[in-house]
Nanobody, 121 residues
Framework: QLQTVESGGGLVQPGGSLRLSCAVS????????IGWFRQAPGKEREGVSC????????NYAESVKGRFTISRDNAKNMVYLQMNALKAEDTAVYYC??????????????WGQGTQVTVSS
């Protein structure tokens, strides 16, 4: 049964950094493009970044380009999101999920519990 467990969120000051982790189980991670999504209060969930199966190609939302880096370790069934230079507008619940590399939309209707990221002074 597919499962994702996100962790690493927290409260950080503007300009700070966090590294999110996602543990995947129930499917073979190496077979799928996967990525990070976020949902801020009162807003729709949006794609943040996706990474293709081997990790060689990535895509980022314009709002996070140059600040966030996605990576994956297929052997460990883990996906990561390094977030630097955080801004208040990055505050959201972050989820990892299977995604389409080009459109950064969800390709499988399953969401874990997510991890809360709050950027505030």
């Amino acid at each position: 049964q597919l499962q994702t467990v996100e962790s690493g969120g927290g409260l950080v000051q503007p300009g700070g950094s966090l590294r999110l982790s996602c543990a995947v189980s129930g499917f073979t991670l190496a077979w799928y493009t996967i990525g990070w999504f976020r949902q801020a209060p009162g807003k729709e969930r949006e794609g943040v970044s996706c990474i293709e199966k081997s990790g060689g190609t990535t895509n980022y939302a314009e709002s996070v380009k140059g600040r966030f880096t996605i990576s994956r370790d297929n052997a460990k069934n883990m996906v990561y999101l390094q977030m630097n230079a955080l801004k208040a507008e990055d505050t959201a619940v972050y989820y990892c999920a299977r995604c389409h590399l080009g459109t950064m939309t969800n390709t499988f209707d399953y969401w874990g519990q997510g991890t809360q990221v709050t950027v505030s002074s």
